[in-house]
């Protein structure tokens, strides 16, 4: 990290008590097996509260729609199916239910996983992506890595920027179509596999987004061979950018069903306390399909339960709170915020 953006952490907001937020990425359309999922997630969550009688927030990052394979090999372009859609009804209500009784909380992924462009592309050119649209064409986690960053025009790789107009109309689509799902418009949202440039803030700011989450790090696009081009600007938790948002970081990464075990997890969310940050998980609904729901409900069972008793204090929120009272926070005595920001520069 450079010297200037290891002062920028040093001195941004510090927690009066540990936070814990799971992220969740990828719901959206496809299979009813995702409504069971949530229905367990919920019932899971309602059993822990913190101190205050607040239960954990897991954040629904939702996909709002998906290709329809039929039309297009019927036609050879591009058509799709949303989440308003009846067929998907039981996922729209298992969603908004858990939001009701504060469990989860609803942010943008994305109109789809990826920029119909380029999936249009990589189907004319390539007889995996044309098997992935019929045996797959809902499970957008099975594209390949490159192809499931949205805000990029990867026609051809190395990507390039796509035209500000594009991007401003599709944000102001995604936004419409979440609000049609939803009842409500967006207020979060977060860029798919983290790719994405100024002009998408911008666009999300315009169309009433007003927190964004990062790893810290925003990446342009993809190079030659498909991988996450070098990083072009760090983010902070609570950092107010010029578009507008308000920056959170999502810096931990709790995936059981690739063997992350809670215990270790928990050594994680606990080093986030004496930096006074908050801890904001990483998951993806694969963990919670395909027979992984028993052990990844286990697994987070344990998580909670460790939190709670590790970190006394612990407060649960959902990531729009905390990024919208990070700038209130109360402030903690001089000499311990000189301990913090000590202790952020040196790890
Ligand atoms: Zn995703």
Known sequence: MMIWERLRSALASALTAPVFIIESDDWGPGSDEQAQALEALRQLLKGFKDQRGRRPVMTMS????????????????????????PRYRSIVEALKAGEEEGVFALQLHGLAHFWPGNFMTAWHN??????????????????????????????????????????????????VCFARCFGRAPKVAVPPTFVWDE?????YAEAGIEVLITPGRRYPGRDQAGKLMAADRAYVNGQRLSSGLTALVRDLYFEPALGHRSEQVLGHVEGKWPRREPALLETHRFNFLNGKLASSLKALETLLEGALSHLPGLCFLSSY???????????????????????????
């Open 62 to 85: 939702v996909i709002l729609s998906v290709p329809d394979p039929q039309a297009i090999v019927e036609w050879g372009e591009y058509h799709a199916f949303f989440l308003d859609d």
């Open 126 to 175: 390539d007889e995996a992506i044309k098997r992935w649209l019929i045996d797959d064409g809902w499970r957008t986690e099975k594209l390949p890595a490159w192809l499931q960053s949205r805000w990029m025009d990867a026609a051809v790789l190395p990507s390039r920027p796509l035209p500000p107009a594009l991007i401003r109309q599709a944000v102001r689509d995604e936004t």
């Open 199 to 203: 002009n998408v803030e911008r666009a």
């Open 321 to 347: 709170e905390l990024a919208t009272k990070m700038a209130d926070l109360p402030q903690i005595p001089l000499h311990e915020r000189v301990q913090v920001a000590w202790t952020r520069l040196r790890t």
